[in-house]
């Protein structure tokens, strides 16, 4: 038994030793797991595989959706081979309800994830690691409903504080890990002066929430904020610990600009949620080119010109504070961590001209 495959992790999902079956000799089928059974959200596959061998192992994976629906999003996985820091793409073969992969497992640990991961730990390590100065403020806005950590980063220009406040929140979905690369990229480049970040820092005083759903995950989960708890895109519940933070928050800063970092799965467009029509063009001039990784813009408008009133936060934020919400939809397909890390800043860049 030279290869093994765990998911009880932060962050692992299936978690249950009950959903990881071997079948033979490297042979081994995956139940993930949803936490309210929604298929929309079921896109969440985080396991460690370990080989204790001193050679490579071909192993053959039946990973099971249980699900038909939204399959199309399903033939494909990121491996992330032992002592290594890049991810690589596994195209995978859609039967039915599941994605099929082979491929050898190099000695050591490597971890399968449908996405780059970004769990918990990650975020702690990142967090601990971001060093503060005059610019960059860390704040503790609280705990999750089991007690996870909730931080916020302040960067603003040292002489020259901005009057407007934009505010980037990230992991309102815990499975779209794309956002939690989208802040790194951020913070990556604000945290050291230079000509462009002082230009937007004299303009925004920008505030960063890295992980709001920390319960979710941790837990696996794909929607929800924590066990229990609320898809915090569309709904606002102040029994949930996560919605209190974020609430406090936006009421205090009063954001000119409040953007949420998602990642949907449409493989080839990249997407605008909550501006209006004139707003998402402003904002798709402001940005590079994404052509590049094979996508188009799509901007979701419910009426020309006219804005939309959107959900959650973004409403609240729209309809207390008259700011210029949205939601950025960015998938992984085509995108290395690196290239997402970058347009997360191209993304602020671009807002910052709003
Ligand atoms: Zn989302």
């Not at 290869?3 to 009950?18: A, H, K, L, T």
């Not at 896109?43 to 038909?68: A, C, H, Q, Y």
């Not at 390590?125 to 931080?151: F, H, I, N």
């Not at 029994?239 to 970092?261: G, H, M, N, Q, W």
């Amino acid at each position: 038994m030279s290869v093994m495959i765990r998911g009880d992790f932060d962050g692992g999902n299936p978690q249950s030793g009950e959903a990881i079956l071997r079948r033979g000799e490297g042979e081994f089928t995956i139940h993930p797991f949803t936490e309210d059974g929604d298929p929309n959200y079921k896109f969440r596959m985080d396991l460690k595989i370990s080989n204790t061998g001193k050679e490579s192992r071909p192993i053959s994976l039946t990973v099971d959706w249980e699900t038909e629906a939204y399959m199309v999003h399903r033939d494909y996985c990121f491996l992330r081979d032992p002592g290594a820091t890049g991810w690589r793409y596994l195209p995978a073969e859609v039967k039915k309800s599941c994605s099929l992969l082979d491929f050898p497992v190099l000695p050591g640990e490597s971890y399968l994830c449908l996405h780059p991961k970004y769990n918990y730990d990650d975020y702690l390590q990142y967090m601990r690691g971001l060093e503060e100065s005059e610019m960059v403020k860390k704040r503790l806005l609280g705990v999750s409903s089991e007690g996870r950590e909730v931080w916020m980063v302040k960067i603003s220009h040292p002489e020259r504080p901005a009057r407007k406040n934009l505010l980037a929140v990230a992991r309102v979905h815990p499975y779209e890990t794309s956002g939690s690369y989208c802040a790194e990229g951020i913070l990556d480049a604000f945290r050291r002066p230079s000509a462009m970040t002082m230009d937007i820092l004299v303009r925004y005083n920008l505030y960063v929430v890295p992980m709001i759903s920390p319960d979710g995950v941790f837990q696996g989960y794909g929607k929800l904020t924590t066990p229990g708890g609320i898809d915090l895109s569309k709904t606002l519940d102040m029994a949930d610990a996560s919605c209190v933070l974020l609430k406090t928050v936006i009421d205090e800063i009063r954001p000119s600009i409040y953007v949420e970092f998602h990642n949907w799965m449409f493989k080839n467009v990249d997407g605008i949620y909550f501006m209006n029509y004139l707003q998402s063009r402003k904002f798709i001039r402001a940005m590079p080119p994404q052509e590049v990784f094979e996508k188009r813009w799509r901007a979701i408008l419910r009426r020309k010109i006219l804005s939309t009133p959107g959900f959650g936060f973004k409403k609240y934020c729209k309809e207390n504070y008259r700011s210029v919400s949205v939601c950025l939809e960015y998938p992984w397909f085509g995108r290395s961590p690196a290239d997402v890390k970058t347009l997360g800043l191209q993304s602020i860049v671009a807002l910052s001209k709003m």
